[in-house]
Every structure is written in C-alpha cells, then in structure tokens.
C-alpha cells in the first residue's frame, strides 16, 4: 500500500518534472547568443525552516514563479499542526491562486487525510 503522504510528493514531483520540461525546451528555443538565465528550481522546506527561525514564525508559504516556466510553493510549519496549517495555505494558493490542475494532487491529499492518525509526515513538509 503506498503512503498517502509519498502519493502526494509524488504528485507535486510529476507536476515540477512537467514544468521543468517546458522551462528547457523554452531555453533550447532561444535565438543563440541571447545570455542564459539562471536556472529557476524548487525551493527547499530548510529555506521555509530558515525563515521560520530567524524571523519567529511558525508556518511559512513561500510561492516563487519564473514567468513561463516554473511555479513553486513550498511550506514549512514548526511542529505536524503548524504544517497542516502551512500545507493547507500553499494548496490554496496553488491551486485556487495559481489554477495548477488538482485533480492528481486532490486525490492525493484526500488520501493523506484519511491516513491513520499518528502517522509521521516524511519531511517538513506537505508540499
């Protein structure tokens, strides 16, 4: 049986390998001689812990997009409550803000809500 929590990771990977794909073949179409950018990629939960520690929050969302290429949101929450809490904000903004497609993602965090109480999140993050 696959953890509700790894379908969710799972979902979100396929989404930014998707949108990764579209930032490449974007930068491939480029006249030649244009400079390169650099490189968008996702952020990680410990820039989310880093902020929650020297700044004194709690839940932190943190929503980065590179215009025609990638969208990102990643969340940090200080303890499984706070996470929740933070996980459900970046879902908000991602899908009700951004229009990313839910319906994989949908499925999945339905499943993760039906998980059995007491089961760890893997990570800092639900995102």
Known sequence: MTDPREALES?????????????????????????PEPAAVPIPV?????IANNYGYD????????????????????DKAHCD????????????LMGWPAEAIESAIRSADRAPT??????????
Do not use: N
């Open 11 to 35: 979902a979100i990977d396929e989404y930014c390998r998707h949108r990764i794909g579209t930032l490449i073949r974007a930068a491939l179409a480029a006249p030649t001689g244009a400079a």
């Open 46 to 50: 410990a820039a989310g812990r880093a």
């Open 59 to 78: 839940q932190v969302v943190i929503v980065a997009r590179r215009v025609g290429g990638l969208e990102h949101v990643t969340t940090y929450g200080r």
């Open 118 to 127: 007491g089961a760890a999140p893997k990570g800092d993050s639900h995102e």
């Open 85 to 96: 809490v933070a996980a459900r904000m970046g879902h908000f903004f991602k899908h009700k």
